[in-house]
Nanobody
Framework: QVQLVESGGGLVQAGDSLRLSCAAS????????MGWFRQAPGKEREFVAS????????TIADSVKGRFTISGDNAENTVYLEMNSLKPEDTAVYYC???????????????????WGQGTQVTVSS
């Protein structure tokens, strides 16, 4: 079974940094792409960032562009989300996602992904 395990969340002050990790089972090249989503209470799960494992191609949501960076490649089974200059509105449960095969959905669409981790809580206070 494919398993994704997130770690690195916590309680921080505005302006602080965190690094989230997502450990994926199996070989990295087995995954077409991996991404990060987040969900705050009462809100829809929203796209944060994604990384293609067939090349160094990344996509970052406008809301976090310039502050967050995703890293991962075919040589890695762990994908990272570097979060800098955190804001209270970044507070959410952050989920790692992955898929193994191409489909017609955008990587920014949660329907693109086949597998999801259990989530890690990030709380940013003012």
């Amino acid at each position: 079974q494919v398993q994704l395990v997130e770690s690195g969340g916590g309680l921080v002050q505005a302006g602080d940094s965190l690094r989230l990790s997502c450990a994926a089972s199996g070989r990295a090249f087995s995954y077409y792409a991996m991404g990060w989503f987040r969900q705050a209470p009462g809100k829809e799960r929203e796209f944060v960032a994604s990384c293609n494992l067939n090349g160094d191609v990344t996509t970052i949501a406008d809301s976090v562009k310039g502050r967050f960076t995703i890293s991962g490649d075919n040589a890695e089974n762990t994908v990272y989300l570097e979060m800098n200059s955190l804001k209270p509105e970044d507070t959410a449960v952050y989920y790692c996602a992955a898929n193994r095969y191409y489909n017609t959905y955008s990587q920014q669409d949660k329907r693109f992904y086949n597998y999801w981790g259990q989530g890690t809580q990030v709380t940013v206070s003012s």
